[in-house]
C-alpha cells in the first residue's frame, strides 16, 4: 500500500473518511508539461475574451438587452468555471501538489460541476431566446423582458447549486477503505464514487440523473427548439428575410456544437470502447476548457451587434483623449 492509500482516518470498523486524496493526472507521458502550458495559455486567453465581451456589454448601453444579459451570464460563468479549474490542475502537475484534502476535493468538484452545468441551462436560455424571436416576433418584447431573464437565469444557478450539491454531499455516505488514488486530472464525480468501498447504488442513481438534468434534458430542449424554429422560417416567404433570421442564430449554434458535442464524444468513447487513461484524461481536460476559450470569440465574431458596439466604444475613447489632449 503506498502513501495515498495510507492517508485516511477511521471512524469506525466499517466506515472510511480518508484525510487526502491523491490526484494522478496522466501515466508515463513524456513531454507532459507542455501540455500544462498550453492550458496555461488557454486559461490566459480565457481570461480575457470573456473579460472583454463582459466590458463591451456593460459600457455600451445599445447592449444592455434581454439577450446580452443572456450573453453576459455565459462570459461569467465560463470565467468562473475557467478559474475554477485551471489554476488548479496547474498547481497540481507543474508544482506535483497532488494530495487534496477531502473536504477541499469536494468543494473543487462542486464548483467544477456547478458551473458547467449552468454553462449548459444558459445555452438553454438563448436557444429560447431565439425560439420566442423568430416564432412569435410580434410578442418578442412582451415575453423576453429584462426581469423575466433575470428570474429565469438566477432560478437555474439557485437550482443546480442545490442539485449538485446534493450530488456532491452523498458522496459523505461512501467509505473509503482501498486505494484513495483519483485516475483524472482533477476530482472526477464518477472516479471518486468508484474508489468506493461500500454500497454506491444511490450515487449512482443521483449521478445518472443528473447527467440526464445537465446535458441530455439541455440538448433535447435546444433541439425541439430549433425544430420549431426550422418550421417557423420554412413559412417565410422571402428567402432575404429567412437567411436574415436564420444569421442570428448562427452563434449559438457554434456554442452548442462546441459544448455538448465533445461531452457526448468523451462520454460515447469512454463507454463504448476502452479508452486509454491519458487519452480520456486529455479527452475530458479539452473538453471542460475549450468551449470557454472560443465562446467569446465565436459571439464577438459572428454577432456583428457586439463588433459595432466594439468599434463605438473605441471611437468614444479616442473622442474622449482628443478632448482631453486640448
Known amino acids: 500500500m503506498g502513501p495515498a492509500e495510507r492517508s485516511s482516518t477511521m471512524f469506525n470498523a466499517t466506515f472510511v473518511r480518508p484525510a487526502k486524496f491523491y490526484i494522478s493526472g496522466f501515466s508515463n507521458m513524456s513531454h507532459v508539461k507542455y501540455f500544462y502550458i498550453f492550458l496555461c495559455f488557454v486559461y490566459i486567453m480565457t481570461v480575457i475574451g470573456n473579460v472583454f465581451l463582459l466590458a463591451v456589454i456593460c459600457l455600451v448601453r445599445s447592449l444592455h438587452t434581454p439577450k446580452f444579459m443572456i450573453v453576459c451570464n455565459l462570459a461569467f460563468t465560463d470565467l468562473c468555471g475557467s478559474t475554477a479549474l485551471i489554476p488548479k490542475v496547474l498547481d497540481t502537475f507543474l508544482f506535483d501538489r497532488r494530495y487534496i484534502v477531502y473536504e477541499a ?71 473509503f477503505c482501498g486505494s484513495l488514488v483519483i485516475q483524472s486530472f482533477y476530482c472526477d464525480h464518477g472516479v471518486v464514487c468508484r474508489l468506493a468501498c461500500n454500497d454506491r447504488s444511490l450515487n449512482s442513481i ?80 479539452l473538453t471542460h476548457t475549450i468551449p470557454a476559450l472560443l465562446n467569446p470569440i465565436v459571439y464577438s465574431l459572428k454577432t456583428e451587434v457586439v463588433m459595432n458596439a466594439f468599434r463605438k466604444l473605441c471611437k468614444r475613447n479616442r473622442l474622449m483623449n482628443k478632448v482631453t489632449k486640448r
Open 206 to 285: 443521483v449521478a445518472l440523473s443528473n447527467v440526464a438534468l445537465l446535458l441530455v434534458m439541455p440538448l433535447i430542449l435546444i433541439t425541439v427548439s430549433y425544430i420549431c424554429i426550422s418550421v417557423a422560417l420554412s413559412r417565410i416567404a422571402s428567402g432575404e428575410e429567412r437567411l436574415k433570421a436564420l444569421k442570428t442564430c448562427t452563434a449559438h449554434l457554434i456554442l452548442v456544437a462546441l459544448f455538448f458535442l465533445p461531452f457526448l464524444g468523451t462520454n460515447i468513447a469512454s463507454v463504448s470502447s476502452s479508452i486509454h487513461p491519458n487519452a480520456r484524461i486529455m479527452n475530458s481536460t
Open 105 to 175: 476535493c469536494l468543494s473543487y468538484m462542486f464548483f467544477v460541476l456547478f458551473f458547467g452545468s449552468v454553462q449548459s441551462w444558459t445555452l438553454v436560455t438563448m436557444a429560447f431566446d431565439r425560439f420566442i424571436a423568430i416564432c412569435f416576433p410580434l410578442r418578442y418584447h412582451s415575453i423576453v423582458t429584462k426581469t423575466f431573464i433575470v428570474s429565469m437565469l438566477l432560478f437555474i444557478w439557485i437550482f443546480l447549486s442545490g442539485t449538485i450539491a446534493l450530488m456532491v454531499g452523498l458522496i459523505n455516505r461512501l467509505s
